[in-house]
């Protein structure tokens, strides 16, 4: 019997245990592993999920030359789930990245160089240089023109200056196809896979569950304050995996994590003004500040909420 434990039953717990699950119903996977899932809430799929429904695959946020890799890494995993998920994205909805006036002049301040010249850059390279060629690659591989994947000309494209009509301290943007998920069947058919898994005896899940750390013994992974020692441990709880890498024993702890460097969510007044209903009736995200933080505009206003 092989043990996987997975701590934190978030969107990225809980889809792993999900896909997992699924591939072992199906046969895909030996029938000797068992999954053990882990969180400190009472349910499954919370955290961030609870209100973060916008789905972006581009990596474009990440405009400094240093920070490449985790633009490669989000092109790699809209890929991955554009194949696996299929239709729990609804894509399709544009998605517009601006750079603000303020992190321009600051990288010009700072090294040198317009932070436009880098945006821009960034964007371009991430295209032509990474995207294109992976989609160029799958459609060969697989005889025909159409994937599950948007076109190279899709994944961006400079936004034209009447878009900006109405808004200040912008220097300019570009555009991405992207998609909202559609959280309620997104949500049901991840928990009915796992309730199957459960009632087959392939996994368990330890909810209202606090991990003190993580120790190896021997090959073993020794999860601290439960009685579960497994062979694989996958740790998917976003804000706390820094504390938990300080608590392993006997092991290395990682050299780092992905993370996003920050993003600020608005809470936006009703208003009666169309004119500010209409700017804000699409997804929208500022680059802002260093390294990849911005501000997200996720839910527009109504003119009653």
């Known amino acids: 019997m092989k043990n996987i434990a997975i701590i934190g039953a978030g969107g990225l717990g809980t889809t792993t245990a999900a896909l997992l699950s699924r591939m072992q119903l199906k046969g895909m996977l030996p029938q000797d592993i068992h999954i053990t899932m882990f969180d400190t809430n009472g349910h499954i799929y919370g955290g961030a999920i609870d209100d973060a429904n916008i789905y972006h695959r581009t990596g474009l946020e990440y405009l400094h030359p240093n920070d490449l890799l985790t633009g490669i890494d989000c092109i790699h995993g809209g890929i991955a789930k554009d194949f696996i998920c299929g239709d729990i994205f609804n894509t399709g909805l544009p998605n517009r990245f601006w750079l603000s006036s303020g ?40 005889g025909i023109d159409q994937l599950p994947l948007v076109t190279p000309d899709q994944f961006s494209y400079r936004l034209p200056e009447n878009e900006m009509a109405g808004l ?28 199957s898994a459960e009632k087959a005896g392939h996994l368990a899940l330890r909810l209202n569950t606090e991990i003190s750390g993580i120790t190896k013994i021997g090959e073993k992974y020794q999860i601290n304050g439960t009685d579960v020692a497994a062979d694989i441990v996958l740790v998917t709880a976003a804000h706390q995996i820094p504390k938990l890498a300080k608590d392993l024993s006997g092991v290395v702890p990682p050299a780092g994590t992905y993370h996003l460097n920050g993003i600020l969510y608005a809470k936006l007044p ?36």
């Not at 160089?113 to 160029?136: D, H, S, T």
């Open 103 to 142: 992190t321009d002049q600051h990288y010009q301040n700072t090294e040198g160089a317009r932070g436009w010249n880098l945006f821009e850059a960034n964007a371009n390279n991430l295209r032509e240089i990474i995207y294109r060629p992976l989609y160029e690659h799958m459609v060969a591989a697989r």
């Open 168 to 195: 200040q301290d912008i220097v300019g943007g570009y555009g991405t196809t992207g998609g909202g998920v559609v959280i309620a069947y997104d949500y049901a058919q991840k928990k009915s896979i796992i309730r």
């Open 270 to 305: 009703p208003t009666q003004d169309p004119e500010l209903l209409r700017q804000t009736s699409r997804v929208n995200f500022v680059v802002q500040g260093e390294r990849g933080c911005m501000f997200g505009v996720i839910l527009a206003p109504t003119e009653s909420q």
